[in-house]
């Protein structure tokens, strides 16, 4: 298991969310965060110049979901040149899913009947799901 951290502008954010449910890949969590990447930071007025962005935090189990996971990041933030933004993966050495104790992959997956799952919903940072 690993757990793949993404950080990139935020209106991408929509995009790889649909991509990412499209393809089955629903438990995530969404933090607006500030930053700024190698291009060195310009202070204004004695304040560091800091941009928003949104960092993604997804645990997958297989290397498959991981490379899926991956690629939708990279095909909806990959075109905006300088300052798209950076992912890296960690490993994850155990998960467990609190409310039932659940680990390991059993924890990450959740059948959700595919007719509710695949409605026109519209994420943003706060309303996105997570397991």
Not at 27 to 32: A, K, L
Not at 67 to 85: K, N, P, S, Y
């Amino acid at each position: 298991m690993v757990q793949i951290t993404a950080v990139f502008n935020k209106h991408c954010l929509n995009d790889v969310l649909r991509e990412l449910f499209d393809n089955e890949i629903e438990g995530v969590t969404v933090t607006d965060v500030i930053g700024k990447g190698s291009l060195g930071i310009a202070e204004k007025n004695n304040a560091p110049d800091l941009y928003p962005k949104v960092m993604l935090l997804i645990v997958v189990s297989n290397d498959k979901t991981k490379e899926i996971t991956m690629e939708a990041i990279r095909a909806h933030t990959q075109d905006l040149g300088h300052g798209a933004g950076k992912m890296w993966v960690t490993p994850v050495l155990e998960v467990e899913r609190i409310r039932t104790g659940e680990k390991d992959e059993s924890a990450l997956t959740q059948p959700i009947p595919r007719a509710i799952a695949k409605s026109n919903t519209h994420f943003t940072a706060v309303d996105t799901p997570s397991s």
